[in-house]
């Protein structure tokens, strides 16, 4: 019998004590039922724009389907497609890059499975932030990796640092994993930190593994990409949130030349290949109208974000800097608790607003914080502001 | 510095080592430079129909672009496509399936990832049949299993029995994987041989995968599915093959009611979701005109595998079993090369047709067997036969 077999005679796996649940699908759920009761909630937990696809892409997506010829891809994507990513690398950053270096990606999370897969042997680290993408340390767990999170605040602006990096590195780090604009806060680093991060990679013969799936939404600041960093960096990004197309699940990711071929073969195994429905449909995706109408959510986004910070900064929230990207918001709510959990889940209960416990991004002063995502529009977030203000006056609950 | 790190500088994990490329991509590249000089090639190599989507999935797609809202959908899949499955099974195969015992996934390959994550720790064992899909062990391998590979042949159909499981299976064997109708070979396992295979891995406090992504082509025998052969058995399908969607990316499993769990949180972190255009499309799949349509192709598949099984042995090829299922004959060349990748090769090179060595499934015999794919029309596979004869009645190729 294998010494792993739990008492109702089937194997698990150990990785499964390890991996969890995203918290806030605990939250969607129970407001699904509130909302089936006829109750309203304001929905400020999910992390998705509540934008449709932007036309020209879902017209070109219907061109193919109306052609019926959706077979397999290579597995580093169509050779059409690989040359489009690497197109908007000139256009948009002015970086010449081999179509070559470009993988097309089932989602962000196809390119960090093979990125990890093709990097990390048992046991190895990889390095990232607390709090952060929830799923990334899932990935390195699924490899038998060992995930190391670095507590991070406002003093770096939730961000890895290189002196983190540095002081972190270990004799079994392969691999550091930074997020710009991250997810929950929202925040970026500059070029200069990502170039030394990677040249320290480098030097203790690592990886930079940089996501930047929310590239395209950035308000101010240095918005260069990561490509050019180092010949050890791996940059991830997404079709998912700049250019509304989740539910597609595609993304890319740039990897240096020499580790093409091993990523080709894992996926080839592992995936096949990319979805062709949408990798027709993003050919029209760097198209100038389709980025006419990402730039202008982009703004839409930005009027939300300048809405919201200062409004819930006014309730008794601390968010120490105005988040430059993304649509999150990481708020510090320990004037009003000291379990953020049970705080979202009474807010969600009693005042009808969805929000994202800080649990779900790691350990580090979790409970004193939780993630608001502006992917609603301005009167509903109008309105979850409202519920959160009786809320948080209301007696019982003593402001 | 990581013990694994090579001469340039960045770790590379020792699975790649263990995980191959397709052999049938090196003769697919090749092909297409013949191509592209001006030569016709029969692609006999091809694991994928060459029909294309029927036009109902098509059009059910279609209406999911107009409306564009393509968004994550539940990391299970979309409610009613899960119950959509359920029924299909209830009214093809008269079984009752709960339909929250269906997880949809990013093609079969999602499905596999999946099952073996939730199941095996590093270091156990999977058992699985010697010729067999190459991905299969590179995804035990990829979670830091065993794969063990066991030699089967004609006396077995190319198939594990419940005799060989019992034999081999030892302290660290977590599951046996098996698949009806087979790749390479399209055979079958009775309903009473998976039935003693999942009580044996019960016995043992392990599960039963079972593939059955071929399941809807199947010209003779018995097609009756594994889903009811034991509260340990993993059913996994696809929509790529009978339903001709290959380029979506999207299958399902039937899993034990208490792994779901587990099943969802893994599929949260490492997928999200399932491409929602794709799980549109595919509520068409079961309707009576989609339906209809696939089985006129099922019916074609039939008529070339008569043609070209025939005609092979007649050229030398020995083929134990008329194959039961799927597309595909694996033929035993050796009264033609005792290395059936060279012959492969040289077959492309000088008559003009891709086939795909034996390497590609295992080491058992590998160099005596070629697989051939009947994905392409009749008239195709008769000039493939015809070029055949005349290559292997060539003076320098001494018949």
Redesign the interface.
């Known amino acids: ?2 010494s ?2 739990p008492p ?9 004590r390890a ?4 918290r806030v ?1 605990e939250i969607l759920a129970r407001a699904k039922v509130l909302e089936a009761q006829g109750r309203d909630i304001v929905h400020m937990e999910i992390g ?1 724009p509540d934008f ?4 020209p892409i ?1 017209e070109a ?2 061109a193919a ?9 290579p597995a580093l994507g169509m050779p059409q497609l690989r040359e489009a990513i690497a197109g908007f690398y000139r256009t948009r950053h002015g970086i010449d890059l081999a179509p070559s270096r470009v993988v097309v990606t ?2 962000s ?1 196809g390119a960090l ?1 093979l990125v990890l ?6 046991g ?1 680290q990889v390095l990232m932030a607390d709090p952060g993408y ?2 990334n340390r ?2 390195v767990r ?3 990796g060992e995930p190391v999170g670095i507590a991070v605040g406002p003093d770096s602006r939730y961000q890895l640092t290189p002196a983190l990096i540095e002081r972190h590195w270990g ?5 550091a994993l930074v997020a710009t604009p991250s997810n929950p806060a929202g925040t970026l680093i500059g070029h200069e930190d990502i170039a030394a991060m990677a040249a320290h990679a ?1 030097q ?4 930079l593994i940089v996501d930047e799936i929310y590239h395209g939404l950035v308000y101010e600041g240095d918005a260069r990409t990561a490509v050019d960093a180092g010949d ?1 960096v791996f940059v991830i990004n997404s079709f998912s949130k700049y250019f509304n ?5 595609l993304g890319w990711m740039i990897a ?1 030349e ?2 093409v071929r ?1 990523i ?3 996926a ?11 990798q027709y ?1 993003a050919l029209a995706a760097f198209a100038p109208d389709t980025l006419a109408i990402c730039d202008a959510r982009r703004e839409e986004f930005r009027a939300r974000r300048d809405y919201l910070v200062p409004a819930l900064r006014e309730l008794g929230f601390v968010i120490p800097q105005m988040p430059p990207g993304a649509f999150y918001v990481y708020a510090d709510c320990s004037r009003f608790t000291a379990d953020s959990h049970a705080f979202t889940l009474d807010l969600l209960e009693h005042a009808g607003v969805a929000i994202t416990p800080g649990i779900d991004f790691g350990t580090h002063r979790a409970r004193n914080h939780v993630r608001f995502a502006y992917t609603r529009p301005i009167a509903r977030l109008r309105e979850g502001v409202r519920r959160l203000r009786d809320h948080l006056a209301a007696p019982a609950r003593g402001l």
Not at 117 to 122: G, K, R
Not at 204 to 207: E, M, P, Q, T, V
């Open positions: 019998m294998p792993a077999a109702h005679g089937l194997p698990l796996a150990q990785r499964l991996i969890e649940p995203f699908m998705e449709a696809t932007p036309r879902c997506g219907i389907l109306e052609q019926g010829e959706l077979f397999y891809t089932t989602g999370s499975l897969a093709a990097l990390i042997n048992p190895d929830p799923a899932h990935f699924l490899l038998e004799s079994r780090t392969v691999a480098r203790r013969g690592g990886a050890n197309m989740t539910g597609w699940r240096p020499r580790h091993d080709d073969k894992l080839q195994n592992v995936f096949l290949s990319a979805p062709a429905p949408a449909a």
